[in-house]
């Protein structure tokens, strides 16, 4: 079946820092790739997504490219701050408003 | 325009008994989707709903879990006869038609005693 893998966190980096959380799929067919994001103690909020090949998905200096070649969505952040911590979803869906599938999460902590 | 709403946020049940989970979707978004999060996971798919109608509910358990979402009012997750395993965070996404893009609520934290 459909699935996502994300790498294992937690991460720990300090403020400024560049960030890569990589994320890999298998997926039957070309699916539309998501990034998101969940604050402590909050639901789940749309960081960015990607609906095709090179596509890439921006937001708050987040950014992922649609690799179908490696079947990757890695997300990169050149400069992270405090503020950035919490934990983040990779997930894919196929149009049609199918269900979400899911990464495990990467739960990120920066520090000052 | 209001995002998705859930109540309660947080629900304690002791073994045996009923919990319900509601859920708002926004305005004009007539699909649904709950998902469940365990301690340390990722959200697992339950169920998708469309007014009066369960679209998908493969990931919902066989016995124990139901779902609907009436015409009027809002989409209702019924877990009976709770057990420690069901311990979990509970989230509703909404979307409208033809957009594939999910839209979530806050959450509903279920404890089993």
């Known amino acids: 079946g459909d699935s996502v893998t994300q790498m294992e966190g937690p991460v720990t980096l300090s403020e400024e820092a560049f960030l890569t959380i990589n994320c890999t799929y298998t997926a039957t067919g070309y699916p539309s790739l998501f990034w998101y994001v969940q604050y402590p103690g909050e639901g789940l909020q749309l960081l960015l997504k990607a609906t095709k090949a090179d596509d890439k998905g921006s937001n708050k200096g987040f950014e992922a490219t649609y690799r179908k070649e490696t079947t990757s969505f890695h997300l990169e952040k050149g400069s992270v701050q405090v503020s950035d911590s919490a934990v983040y979803f990779c997930?894919?869906?196929?149009?049609?408003?199918?269900?979400?599938?899911f990464g495990k999460g990467t739960r990120l902590s920066v520090i000052a | 325009n209001a995002g998705v709403m859930q109540n309660p946020r947080h629900l304690v049940r002791r073994r045996g008994q009923e919990a319900r989970l509601r859920c708002s979707p926004m305005k004009g978004h007539s699909h649904v989707y709950w998902y469940r999060q365990l301690p340390e996971e990722g959200l697992k798919f339950m169920v998708y709903l469309q007014k009066e109608n369960i679209i998908d509910e493969s990931g919902m358990p066989k016995e124990r879990f139901s779902a609907e979402f009436p015409k009027e009012g809002p989409s209702i997750l019924r877990i009976q006869q709770v057990v420690r395993g069901d311990s979990a965070a509970y989230f509703c996404?909404?979307?409208?038609?033809?957009?594939?893009?999910?839209?979530f609520g806050p959450g509903t934290r279920l404890t089993v005693l």
């Open positions: 997930a894919l869906s196929f149009s049609g408003n199918t269900p979400l599938v």
């Open positions: 996404a909404s979307s409208p038609p033809s957009i594939n893009e999910q839209f």
